[in-house]
């Protein structure tokens, strides 16, 4: 079965910097697009970041853009979220997710056939 596994989470100060990983197997990884969603507690599931199979175009939610960076090894089936300068709002419960082809909107979870468990990212202020 499909399983997404995500990692790196952790507890840092206003300012470090994390790099999460999601790590897929049982799907054709190469063929979805992945993005990561986060969490806050008390709120909904937001979008983050997005890649594409090729990993030739990204996009990223305002709230992050300059900060932080998602890429994939297609060769490892493996997307990453390299984080850095982070604040205290971007506490969270961070999932990846696998996007099914020829979708219209990547910022939408009803677009995410898979998901893993999540991981969580403390910032400390």
């Known amino acids: 079965q499909v399983q997404l596994v995500e990692s790196g989470g952790g507890l840092v100060q206003a300012g470090g910097s994390l790099r999460l990983s999601c790590a897929a197997s049982?799907?054709?990884?190469?063929?979805?697009?992945m993005g990561w969603f986060r969490q806050a507690p008390g709120k909904e599931r937001v979008f983050v970041a997005h890649?594409?199979?090729?990993?030739?175009?990204?996009s990223y939610a305002d709230s992050v853009k300059g900060r932080f960076t998602i890429s994939r090894d297609n060769a490892k089936n493996t997307v990453y979220l390299q984080m850095i300068n982070l604040k205290p709002e971007d506490t969270a419960v961070y999932y990846c997710?696998?996007?099914?082809?020829?979708?219209?909107?990547?910022?939408?979870?009803?677009?995410?056939?898979?998901w893993g468990q999540g991981t969580q990212v403390t910032v400390s202020s």
């Open positions: 997710g696998a996007r099914r082809p020829f979708g219209s909107n990547r910022e939408s979870m009803r677009e995410y056939d898979y």
């Open positions: 049982g799907l054709t990884f190469g063929n979805y697009g």
């Open positions: 890649i594409y199979w090729s990993g030739s175009t990204t």
